[in-house]
């Protein structure tokens, strides 16, 4: 597989994920309910975003001296027009959570325990899924033509549909899980699991996290073959995926109580899919320039945002 990441580029980028799994494993919430404040989550979420902006500079300075500024210019492009897709999508997966906690009630205290395994779950999913993806790539080049017609097909679904998210507690998956786990019926705090007459019980907390880490299987599934349609170099693909998807738990406490002023952002996420879809399937027809990606990615999210804000104020009047 060709790539730009060279050892130094993979170990200091290894040492930025675990540092920032770690401050985020640490971080005291300053919420009344227990977990975290809307400014700390704002605070927060800024420094995700700063942590990303800077490593993609240090990208760009260190393959400037590597290979020259054409290619570190191509590839800072490439990482950032990832992570903002990428960072879109996962705006989506939060909204799912959102729902997820709501259907089982679990109180804010205890979303941060699941939050917290289920980040870390994704993050190594996503790793195995993004490699996996690679190297059928590299092996398989017309599998990018699956991986367009399949976007298409699911912005198209996505957009058609009134509701993507269901009510978890009607699905088939998590009926089938409760058949085969002894369940309580009510939370036991932050455990998993309660032993009772010699007799191991799952918690709906545990339930909850199945489901979380489920979702974002589906994300995923959703999310990798659109950012091999920016770039198929494992090395773009896995950073800026994985810098998108740091921080998530203080997105979702930032974004948990305007989720409902965000109603129309299934739409304009349908149509980045179908975008990108496109943009696969007429790979060796016409490539369409990586500028010209990052700016309708951004467009069609700023538009979605200001039409919903628009019709926010309307319903006010």
């Known amino acids: 597989m060709q790539t730009v990441g060279t050892p130094l580029l993979w170990g200091i980028f290894s040492v930025i994920v675990i540092t920032m799994i770690i401050i985020d494993l640490k971080l005291k919430s300053t919420g009344r309910t227990g977990s975290m404040g809307v400014k700390q989550a704002a605070i927060w979420s800024l420094i995700w975003v700063c942590v990303s902006l800077a490593f993609a500079t240090g990208l760009w300075f260190y393959l400037r001296h590597l290979s020259g500024s054409a290619l570190a210019s191509a590839q800072t492009l490439n990482f950032l027009t990832g992570y903002l897709l990428e960072k879109a999508l996962a705006v989506d997966n939060v909204f799912v959570w959102l729902m997820l906690f709501s259907a089982f009630a679990i109180p804010p205290a205890l979303q941060q325990r699941v939050l917290i395994y289920g980040v870390l779950g994704a993050i190594v999913l996503r790793t195995i899924m993004i490699f996996a993806g690679s190297w059928l790539v590299n092996e398989f080049s017309w599998i990018l033509y699956i991986f367009g017609a399949f976007l298409v097909i699911t912005g198209i679904k996505m957009f058609m549909s009134k509701s993507d998210h269901d009510n978890p507690e009607d699905g088939r998956l998590l009926q089938g899980i409760k058949k085969r786990l002894r369940v309580t019926e009510q939370l036991e705090g932050e455990k998993f699991f309660v032993v009772r007459q010699g007799i191991r019980y799952a918690t709906p907390l545990l339930l909850a996290l199945i489901m979380v880490e489920l979702s974002d299987v589906i994300f995923a599934v959703d999310s990798i073959p659109a950012i091999f349609a920016v770039t198929t170099d494992p090395f773009i693909v896995l950073t800026s995926n994985l810098f998108a998807i740091l921080g998530l738990r203080a ?55 200001a039409i919903n804000h628009w019709l926010n104020i309307r319903k006010k009047i």
């Open 251 to 305: 997105m979702y406490f930032l974004l948990a109580g305007v989720a409902e002023k965000f109603s129309l952002l299934q739409y304009g996420l349908a149509v980045i899919l179908t975008f990108i879809g496109v943009k696969m399937l007429l790979i060796d027809v016409w490539h369409i320039p990586t500028t010209i990606s990052l700016s309708v990615i951004a467009v069609i999210l700023i538009s979605t945002l």
